[in-house]
């Protein structure tokens, strides 16, 4: 409806630029400038594990961009376009997950792929997608792997990857904790390996001991047991959710009490309080074990209630109808959901799939969003957030220790944030300028 | 899983029994060859019956490729693979009686096999890597094989089970060769010259990489399954069937059991290797995650559902895997349900359909209607004779 009142309202003037492209500006109409665009409609793709070990909280993601897109098709969509998201399930296998994107781009012909979960999920299709030359935006996960503008034109990180996260979080311990007995808790993936390199860069003679667990193995006794022989005082984890709780448990059955550092991955205190009632068989019930636990934060969630964001995706989320309450999976797809509308509109009104690529590009390191530091996007670098902050979780909520902090990869510095962290626009939806 | 009537744990079939072909595996037994008596127009030479199916199904899978769109064809690519593995798997379990939950991890030999062997400048041709794929996991097999060759049932279930569960963790332990969790992206072979000219000149359609990868894809599971069909009807198919249905008349009769189900383990482990190579091409990546002990199950299922020694049946249960979750998925969100629950219902649906066949066709689906129609025919050559 909201469509075909633009349509009809801007029918006036241009028209005729078939040219493909690009955006023709406020005065033309609106096309099928490209495949996955029609005159009304903007179809966009992803792939999330739905069912399977992986699905709890990362299932909720796809809930949070569906609620944010839902609520920009009810204020009249993207450049009078509805926005059309198809996600499907890849159970955390790459063989479906080739499968699923396949049917997206081929079958369901989308006009970009977002958001798509996972490691060694994603990388199955960053190859195809190239190829293709599908937009393959805002990768949920902080490999390095998508940053690779050479190799992979049309793919881009969101999230600040696992290396600038561990250079953060070594140089806020070498200050903070100097006589700390450092022991690192990794991920035997790139996500612990990452992670390590960055935080090695400070606390190289601090760290006593480096243990690494086997995804799927849940037995982190002999890794545990090994960091309290070292002597270690202050764990780092790198790791997903499930191992935060099981090493809380394994420490406690141990009598292990160190100073605990998690990673953003690992610390959703909602998530990790839940998988600590299962595991304990109702034991501990709450989050209560991860009181005084330190993590990093980029984006506002569920744990800070009175940031404007937070109160925004409070009100998308009650507005969408859906069932549950919001989580911060919820608020991680409504912030990238919120990305992704500012690179359509910055796409211009008529975009082809390169034009997206190049907004992105070219606009994406100025976008204001919810996340606390801009983008690293530019034509030579396809990174995503450049900076984080560290906090203290208590109970559910947390406490900021540090301002936000920016840096990139390698030995660049780390400084701090000069711009203030953004508010959410009066409509809750951005405004950006077409790139051309 | 002893849901799964495998001969080799289910009391019609067990050692102690000579109450010979069981239900279970009705559809290995009967061949197209013995129609005779019946009217046929295929030849009744096998290896001459067999290349003429061979260029029906050759021609009838180019019809069917071309008449077809690109996102249905990359479905046809992971159908042949899941086929491959599975026509594999059917001649272990359904003719020689051995059960192996170890399919998926010898895919995944094939899978990194063909994934190193791409990854250079100047990759071999593409049949010599894939022959590398097959020679190497044979291998593999053959090593499984002679230790699998002394179990039975429960206990050759574990040991196969062991191999699902361990192998993709050689991928994590040796990272820096085998690529670790984000596992090797594989790199997508040139299209040859003559092949787009031939798509062209053939249907007009363009021959995108997509395309290639099918067509690579449904060679090498018609070829897999030319050579698999004359093996099972051979000499060789005839002993694996006595080993299965009766040790002890098979080996008064001179016949090494250890040695047959050693081979058998390998021709299988063979057809798990190029399904993997060919998986590797068509998923594009090889990570251990794609090797979990879920890929061997849905073999299992594959070819139970489709009918134990069955190559057709092999080849319906791997389709179904492969489209059977995107109908009930489709269903599901035509009925109004989100993506997640869509998701979630398939597996349930998946699972209902699974006891349904062992309730009602404990032969599968081939296995039933051979069965039903070797009936009939006796009930008429009775009513023959008798009238």
Known sequence: MAAATVATTLAACGGGDSGGGGGGGDSAENEASDIGITEDSIKLGAHYPLTGVAAPGYSEIPTGVQAYFDFVNANGGVNGRQIEFVYRDDAYNPTNTSQVVN??????????????????????????????????????????LWDDPE?????????????????????????????????????????????????????????????????????????????QAAGADFILGFNVPSYTALSQLTALQLGYDPQWFYSNVGSDPVLVGSLLARFSEGAISDASLLDGVLTTEYIPGVDNPDNEWTQLWQRVWEESGQEGELSNYRAYGMSQAYTMVQALQSAGQNPTRDDLVAAVEQAGSEWQGPGFAPFRYSEDKHAGYSGMLVSRLLGEGSEELTPVLVTDNGDAEITEA????????????????PIN | MSDLQT??????????????????????????????????????????RHLLVLVLCAVGA???????????????????????????????????????????????????????????????????????AVALTSVVGAIVGVAAARLHGPYLAGATLALAVGLPGLALYFRSFLGGEQGL???SPDR??????????????????????????????????????????????????????????????????????????????????LAGAVLAL???????????????????????????????????????????????????????????????????????????????????????????????????????TGG
């Open chain 1, 103 to 144: 049917q997206l781009v081929l079958e369901d012909e989308v006009f970009a792929i977002m958001s798509g979960l996972g490691t060694p999920t994603h990388n199955a299709v960053t190859d195809f997608l190239n190829s293709e030359g599908v937009p393959d935006l805002f990768v949920s996960s902080g490999s390095r």
């Open chain 1, 151 to 227: 190799e992979k034109p049309y793919t881009f990180g969101w999230q600040p990857d696992y290396e600038i996260e561990g250079k953060i979080i070594g140089q806020y311990v070498a200050e903070n904790f100097p006589d700390a007995k450092v022991g690192l808790f990794l991920q035997g993936d790139d996500f612990g390996e990452d992670g390590s390199a960055g935080a090695r860069q400070f606390l190289e003679d601090q760290i006593v001991a480096e243990e690494t667990y086997v995804p799927g193995n849940t037995d982190v006794r002999p890794q545990i047991s090994a960091l």
């Open chain 1, 418 to 433: 000069e711009n203030e962290p953004a508010s959410p626009p009066e409509s809750g939806i951005p405004d950006e300028e």
């Open chain 2, 7 to 48: 001969p080799a744990s289910s009391p019609a079939a067990g050692a102690a029994t000579s109450e010979a072909p069981s239900t279970a595996t009705a559809a290995s037994n009967a061949s197209s060859a013995q129609a005779a008596g019946g009217r046929t127009f295929l030849p009744r030479n096998t290896l001459l």
């Open chain 2, 62 to 132: 180019v019809i069917l490729l071309e008449s077809t769109d690109l996102g249905f064809n990359a479905q046809i690519g992971y159908v042949a693979f899941y086929a491959i593995a599975a026509g594999g798997l059917t001649l272990l379990t359904g003719l020689n009686g051995q059960i192996s939950l170890g399919h998926g991890a010898l895919m995944a030999v094939g899978a990194y096999t063909t994934a190193l062997l791409l990854d250079v400048e100047e990759p071999l041709p593409l049949i010599v890597i894939f022959l590398a």
């Open chain 2, 185 to 187: 992206t594989v790199s």
């Open chain 2, 192 to 273: 040859p010259d003559w092949f787009v000219e031939g798509i062209r000149t053939l249907s007009g359609n363009s021959a995108s990489g997509v395309k290639w990868i099918a067509y690579i894809a449904v060679a090498c599971l018609l070829i897999t399954y030319f050579l698999l069909a004359n093996l099972m009807r051979s000499r060789v198919g005839r002993t694996w069937r006595a080993v299965r249905d009766q040790e002890v008349a098979a080996e008064l009769a001179g016949i090494n059991l250890g040695t047959w189900r050693v081979l058998a383990f390998l021709v299988s482990a063979a057809a798990a290797g």
């Open chain 2, 282 to 384: 068509v998923v594009r990546l090889t990570a251990p995650t794609a090797f979990t002990i879920v890929l061997s199950l849905s073999l299992l299922t594959a070819i139970v559902i489709g009918g134990l020694g069955s190559l057709l049946g092999a080849l319906i249960g791997s389709a179904l895997l492969v489209f059977l979750p995107r109908v009930l998925r489709d269903a599901g969100e035509s009925l109004d349900m989100d993506a997640a629950q869509a998701a979630e219902i398939s597996y349930v649906v998946y699972g209902v359909i699974l006891v349904l066949v062992m309730l009602f066709a404990p032969a599968g689906l081939v296995g039933s209607i051979r069965l039903a129609w070797m009936k009939q025919r006796a009930r008429r050559a009775g009513a023959r």
